[in-house]
């Protein structure tokens, strides 16, 4: 698909010659000989780019920046400048100008300061529909949390939901500033730096739709009478790729004399996975004194039956004030790269089985995550039954 550059000059031979040019390098140019031509032009064809001589009659170069800026703030604007306007060409880019070049035009140069523009116009444009499409998103989600009976602080879910957002809003707009510098300075770095923060955004975009695909389903359990042992074999299965990948040894130890019990496997499953990744992220982001990193679950009978589940981990462990607001609505330990919803699924789920989950853990000493189960909920939700 070709680029639209609309090309703004008061000579009928410089437009001639640029149209040309910019039409062999494949853009599809629109003319205009005046400023307010031009203006009609950007409002009913918004081209992406704007080609403007800074001086023309009646409405000049600069006059016509701002009301383009004024009238479609994404469009790029790049001014032709005389030898000696530099006063001017600064005073443009003062007004959010894209770039400038000066007279006599050389092609290569134009040809780069166009690329560039259009590069920073599809990026804006990319950006804004990753932004629109996790409004739609949260739109989607805070509906259906609100209609959940379940979600009884409603005031609080949204506020905290509505924090995630804009963080990850935040890290967007970051990273397209990054990227825009790196295009302005022809900077490399800059470049993978900005791209790195826009895809780790999209990423947390992702991370957040599945955290709340999640939560909504912790009502929805299916108990049955199986061996406790079950979730945790698989999750050990599921999560050893990822240890190894990150260079921390996985660990599992199961009570063998462990009796059925009724649970719902998927729910469970999901939280010692919570667990688990935390773990393992808590580990990586972490250099131990001897550089080796474990994360050991395991299994083991409950005194009053039932059955206890632990994940340890030899990484940073948590101070008490942390510790305190773990499985608050929301809250992250992870910064920008948390949406503080799997400590509060997998609390939820913990206490729709009727059990528990409480924390051990010692600054600069590891954490363990303890779940302990009865051996059958207090009260049967109503789509579920125990089966054999």
Not at 137 to 164: C, F, N, P, W, Y
Not at 204 to 230: C, E, Q, T, W
Not at 316 to 340: A, H, W, Y
Not at 346 to 373: A, M, P, Q, Y
Request: glycine share 8%.
């Amino acid at each position: 698909m070709e680029e639209t550059v609309l090309l703004v000059d008061d000579e009928e031979d410089i437009r001639e010659v640029l149209r040309f040019f910019l039409s062999e390098i494949g853009y599809s140019v629109l003319t205009a000989a005046s400023g307010k031509k031009a203006l009609e032009i950007v409002c009913s064809d918004h081209p992406p780019v704007v080609l403007c001589d800074i001086k023309m009659p009646e409405m000049n170069g600069i006059e016509l920046l701002r009301k383009i800026k004024s009238e479609s703030p994404d469009t790029e604007v790049i001014m032709i400048t005389g030898h000696g306007d530099m006063a001017l060409a600064v005073q443009c880019l003062q007004l959010d100008a894209t770039d400038f070049i000066t007279k006599p035009i050389e092609e290569n140069v134009l040809e780069f300061a166009l690329k560039r523009a259009t590069e920073r116009y599809d990026m804006r444009f990319r950006l804004r529909e990753y932004t629109e499409k996790l409004e739609q998103l949260v739109e989607e989600k805070s509906r259906q949390l609100i209609d959940a009976e379940r979600m009884a602080a409603i005031g609080e879910t949204v506020a905290g939901l509505s924090h995630s957002i804009k963080n990850i809003a935040g890290g967007l707009k970051g990273g397209l500033f990054v990227l825009e510098k790196g295009l302005e300075l022809d900077n490399r770095e800059y470049l993978q730096q900005g791209w790195q923060l826009v895809r780790r955004n999209v990423d947390n975009i992702r991370n957040l739709s599945m955290d709340l695909l999640n939560y909504g389903k912790v009502g929805a359990a299916h108990f049955r009478r199986v061996d406790p042992n079950l979730p945790i074999r698989e999750v050990f299965r599921l999560m050893t790729p990822r240890a190894e990948e990150q260079k921390i040894r996985l660990e599992m130890t199961l009570d063998q004399g462990l009796a059925p019990i009724v649970l719902d496997p998927d729910g469970i499953e999901r939280c010692l996975l919570n667990l688990v990744t935390n773990a393992l992220d808590a580990c990586a982001d972490y250099e131990s004194q001897d550089g080796a990193h474990v994360v050991h679950i395991q299994s083991n009978k409950r005194a009053t039956a039932g059955v206890v589940y632990r994940v340890l981990d030899t990484g940073p462990g948590i101070d008490d004030g942390v510790r305190e607001q773990l499985f608050q609505n929301f809250f992250s330990t992870k910064g920008m790269r948390g949406t503080g919803i799997g400590l509060m699924m997998t609390r939820k789920i913990v206490e729709l089985h009727g059990g528990d989950i409480r924390i051990e853990s010692e600054t600069g000493k590891g954490s363990c995550f303890i779940v302990r189960l009865p051996a059958e909920p207090p009260s049967m939700p109503s789509n579920s039954s125990p089966t054999p």
